[in-house]
């Protein structure tokens, strides 16, 4: 049976992620409050931020933006898309 979670982004109920995304108190807090919908549709958002932005993953200064988004997009406001985005067309 599915792990139910109370869905910081959705407001709701929904199916919980299997395991922590990554170790410590952040990735249990994501664990215990981020649906499984939301983190796929975070990493989906996280690749776009890498490639539009050109990051080199592994630089500190990319891992501070890329947590630093992760933060607006789960759990607050203010998260954007790369300046000049366009989307792919389907």
Known sequence: MARLV???KLGEQAEG???APFPGPKGQYI???I???????????QTMLINEN???SFEPKAKKLIED???KFLF????QMPEG???PVK
């Not at 649906?35 to 958002?45: C, I, R």
């Not at 607050?76 to 998260?79: A, D, I, S, V």
């Open 6 to 8: 109370n869905c910081a």
């Open 17 to 19: 992620l299997e395991s």
């Open 31 to 33: 664990y215990d409050n």
């Open 35 to 45: 649906s499984q919908k939301v983190w796929q549709e975070w990493l989906s958002m």
């Open 54 to 56: 050109h990051l080199a």
């Open 69 to 71: 988004e992760r933060e």
């Open 76 to 79: 607050g406001t203010g998260f």
């Open 85 to 87: 985005y366009v989307p």
